[in-house]
C-alpha cells in the first residue's frame, strides 16, 4: 500500500513538473502590452539586427539615400505637360519607368532647378523659370520626399517665387533643403529608420538676381557656398548627433565632364570638415565619383549627377550628353554598439531622358536605362535609334563611373 502511494506522489510531481514546461515553453515566445494581454512576438523589419552576446546587445539598422540631379523644366516640357481639354498640367507621365526605385528608396532627394511662383506669373523656361504646381504633384506621386532647391535659378521669380515655392512644396507633403522662409539656426536633420541623417544644400550663386533680396534676407533665405559656413553647419550637425552628414551642392562648369579643381579642392575639404556623402550637380553633365577615407572612414563624392529632367538635348546644344542622368543609391548602415554609421554600398542606375511625338504631340519621360536594354517588352516601346543611343548612353555613363573604384 505504501509502495502504490509513494509512485502515485511520484506520477504526480511529474505531472506537474511537465505542465510547468510545457506553460513556460507557451509563454516564452509572448510578451505583454500595458494591459496585461499576451502578444504574439513580431519579427524585426529586414534592414535590423539584433542580437545578444552576455550582458552585450548587438543592433545594427540600414537605410538607402536615392539622389538624382537637375530636375528642370522648360517650356517644351511644360506645352508638352498641357492638356487643352481640361486646362490642366500632367507631368506624371515623366517619371513611370523610374519610379519604382525613387518609392523604394527609404529617403529621395532631388535638385528642384526651378521656381514655382504661381499662375499669376506667365510661365517660363531658361532663363527665368517658372513652372506649374502640378510639376511637384509628379514629383511627389514619383515618390521624391526631400527637393534640394538652392541652385542659380532658385531667385528667378525673387522673394515671392522662393517663398512660393516651398509653400508648394510644404503642400504636397515634401520638405526642402538650401532656401528658407525664416531665419534658423538649426541644422535640418531626418531620421530614417533610427539614422539621423543630416542633410545640407548649397549654391555658387544666383545669375545676378541677388538683389531681389535685402542684405539680411540673403543672409539666411538662400545657401551661397561660403566655406566658413559649411564648415560650421558640418559641425553643428555634428553637435546635433547627426550618425551621416550629407551635402547637396550646386558647383562646377556647365557641360564639362571632369569635374574643376575647386570641385575637387572644396569635396575634399567637405569631407575633412565631417561631410561623408556629397551629392553634385550643375554642369548639366554627369561627372565621375570617387570615395575619400579619412580618419579611416569611407566618404562619398559625385561631382554631377547630371540631368534627370530637361530639355536639353543633342540637336539643340549639340551636347548628347545633356541627355543623360544618373540616380545614386546609398545604403547606409549604422551599429549601435559601435556607435557609427558607415557607406555600405553604392548602386548606380543610369537614366536616359527621352523625347519623342505621338498622336497627342511632344512627350517627355526619364528611362532607367539597364531596364529598357534587358526587358525585352521595355525595349519593344523604343525605336532602333533610341536603343542605340540609350546603348551609347549606358557605356560612357558607367566608364565614367568605373572611375570610382
Excluded at 515553453?25 to 494591459?35: A, E, G, I, Q, V
Excluded at 517663398?163 to 522662409?181: A, L, Q, V
Excluded at 575634399?268 to 556623402?277: L, S
Amino acid at each position: 500500500m505504501v509502495k502504490r502511494k509513494l509512485v502515485a506522489i511520484i506520477l504526480m510531481l511529474l505531472i506537474c513538473a511537465l505542465a510547468i514546461l510545457s506553460s513556460y515553453y507557451l509563454t516564452s515566445n509572448r510578451s505583454m502590452d500595458p494591459n496585461g494581454t499576451t502578444l504574439e512576438k513580431k519579427e524585426k523589419p529586414s534592414d535590423e539586427k539584433e542580437h545578444t552576446e552576455g550582458n552585450i546587445i548587438e543592433k545594427t539598422t540600414s537605410a538607402t539615400i536615392l539622389a538624382t540631379g537637375d530636375i528642370m523644366f522648360h517650356m517644351p516640357q511644360i506645352n508638352a505637360a498641357y492638356d487643352d481639354k481640361n486646362k490642366t498640367y500632367d507631368f506624371t507621365d515623366n517619371f513611370k519607368y523610374v519610379k519604382k526605385y525613387i518609392e523604394s528608396a527609404n529617403l529621395s532627394i532631388g535638385n528642384f532647378e526651378t521656381v514655382v511662383a504661381g499662375d499669376e506669373i506667365k510661365f517660363s523656361g531658361f532663363p527665368m523659370f517658372n513652372a506649374p504646381k502640378e510639376t511637384l504633384a509628379a514629383i511627389k506621386e514619383s515618390g521624391f520626399d526631400i527637393l534640394s532647391t538652392v541652385n542659380n535659378h532658385s531667385l528667378d521669380q525673387g522673394k515671392e517665387g522662393l517663398i512660393n515655392t516651398i509653400d508648394s512644396i510644404e503642400e504636397y507633403g515634401m520638405k526642402n533643403i538650401g532656401t528658407y522662409k525664416e531665419p534658423s539656426s538649426t541644422v535640418f536633420i531626418e531620421k530614417v529608420n533610427e539614422i539621423d541623417v543630416a542633410l545640407l544644400s548649397y549654391s555658387y550663386g544666383f545669375n545676378g538676381m541677388d538683389h531681389t533680396l535685402t542684405e539680411e534676407e540673403l543672409s539666411y533665405m538662400v545657401n551661397t557656398i561660403d566655406e566658413e559656413k559649411i564648415k560650421r553647419d558640418i559641425e553643428k550637425a555634428k553637435e546635433l548627433d547627426a550618425d551621416i552628414v550629407v551635402v547637396f551642392i550646386h558647383w562646377g562648369n556647365e557641360y564639362q565632364r571632369e569635374p574643376s579643381e575647386y570641385q575637387v579642392e572644396l569635396g575634399r575639404k567637405m569631407v575633412e570638415w565631417g561631410a561623408n556623402i556629397i551629392f553634385g550637380s550643375h554642369p548639366h553633365v554627369i561627372q565621375k565619383a570617387e570615395m575619400i577615407n579619412h580618419n579611416g572612414k569611407d566618404n562619398f563624392i559625385i561631382y554631377s549627377m547630371g540631368n534627370f529632367l530637361s530639355n536639353q538635348r543633342r540637336e539643340i546644344l549639340n551636347n548628347k550628353y545633356t541627355e543623360d542622368g544618373i540616380m545614386v543609391e546609398v545604403k547606409i548602415e549604422k551599429d549601435f554598439l559601435k556607435g557609427e554609421t558607415i557607406i555600405k554600398d553604392i548602386n548606380y542606375i543610369p537614366t536616359w531622358v527621352r523625347k519623342y511625338h505621338d498622336a497627342y504631340g511632344v512627350q517627355y519621360e526619364i528611362l532607367p536605362v539597364e531596364d529598357f536594354l534587358e526587358d525585352d517588352e521595355l525595349r519593344a516601346k523604343i525605336d532602333q535609334d533610341v536603343e542605340m543611343r540609350i546603348k551609347e548612353s549606358y557605356r560612357e555613363t558607367m566608364d565614367k563611373m568605373a572611375q570610382f573604384y
